[in-house]
């Protein structure tokens, strides 16, 4: 048994990261994670100790498999593509003109630019509903595509937990409703 | 020699060699072939030296892997050695035999330090 059941875990999250802004496939990520954990099992060594930081250890797996090195930089310039970022802005901005709404609609008043407060609420929601479909879709083919497969079992190693999706989920709408409810006590 | 530690880049120049001669007795895995470099007198290799490497082997075709379950544990990925890998160990090893012959002749006689 490893040491300490956690620490690999948190290592293995951190240079499945790295692998993967290192380009290195996933199914190629799957097994190098699965060595990882194999190996500690097996000599009882904290992982940083037999395989150096997630980092280093990133650098010298795309070595082997003759990558180019790349830094974050360059990364993120071919991960991130316009409409994406689009997307983004437009679903933040959509955050703000019904987190307003909701209080404007809570506390009585009139909403953005004097219109009435329902008008851009429900616009708002709208986009917001329609962006984050898009994005939840772009989402599932991409995980389709390179998954890291663990190659003992054949499952998603870097999986989308349910309970990640709930508070992705949740705590937006708490706060939403929290400001509907400020709204409320503001007005009143 | 109980302390193996030998410089660096000459663990690098013939580590691939010796895992592909451990390998060649049989399917074995990571830690094992560890066990037996550290047997051997060379040394302690990590496993982030040793997984790299054998990933390089495996795509130079000398070396092919399959995981295997574990009782109750993560598992153990077995390595075994491809008839490319035999040839290429066959070849290298006579090379590198022929190259410690020569290394060992030229520093045979050493003067003594004045």
């Known amino acids: 048994m ?9 290592y293995c999250d951190d240079l499945l990261l790295h692998l993967r802004a290192r380009e290195v ?24 100790e037999a395989f150096g930081s997630p980092r280093d250890y990133a650098d010298q797996v795309a070595a082997a498999l003759d ?52 008008r851009p609420t429900v616009l708002a929601a709208l986009v917001l509903a329609a962006g984050t479909a898009r994005t939840v879709r772009a989402g599932r083919r991409e995980r389709d595509a390179d998954a890291v497969i663990d190659p003992r079992t054949g499952a998603d190693m870097a999986a989308f937990a349910g309970w990640r999706l709930a508070v992705l989920v949740v705590v937006p709408v708490v706060l939403l409703v929290a400001m509907f409810v400020g709204g409320l006590v503001a007005g009143s | 020699m109980s302390d193996d ?17 451990i390998v060649a007795d049989g399917p074995t895995y990571g830690y094992a072939i560890a066990a037996r470099l550290a047997e051997a007198g060379l040394g302690e290799v990590k496993g982030g030296t040793l997984y790299p490497l054998l990933t390089r082997l495996e795509t130079e075709g000398w070396v092919t892997s399959n995981w295997t379950a574990g009782e109750g544990g993560p598992g153990r990925k077995f390595f075994a ?13 006579q090379q590198w035999h022929v190259f410690t012959q020569r290394a060992a002749g030229l520093l045979q006689s050493v003067p003594t330090a004045r």
Do not use: M
């Not at chain 2, 050695?81 to 090893?93: E, H, I, K, P, S």
């Open chain 1, 2 to 10: 490893a040491k300490a059941p956690t620490s690999v875990a948190s």
């Open chain 2, 5 to 21: 530690r030998w410089p660096a880049e000459w663990l690098r120049g013939v580590l691939s060699l010796c895992v592909l001669r």
């Open chain 2, 81 to 93: 050695l491809t008839d490319a890998g035999a040839q290429a160990l066959l070849q290298r090893g």
């Open chain 1, 25 to 48: 496939p996933g199914a190629r990520i799957g097994e190098v994670l699965a060595e990882v954990q194999s190996h500690v099992a097996e000599t009882g060594e904290r992982p940083d």
């Open chain 1, 67 to 118: 990558l180019p090195r790349s830094g974050p930089a360059a990364f993120l310039r071919r991960a991130v593509q316009w409409p994406d970022l689009l997307v983004a802005v437009t679903l933040g901005l959509s955050c703000f003109v019904l987190a307003d709404g909701l209080w404007s609609l809570g506390a009585g008043e009139r909403g953005l630019f004097g219109l009435p407060a329902w």
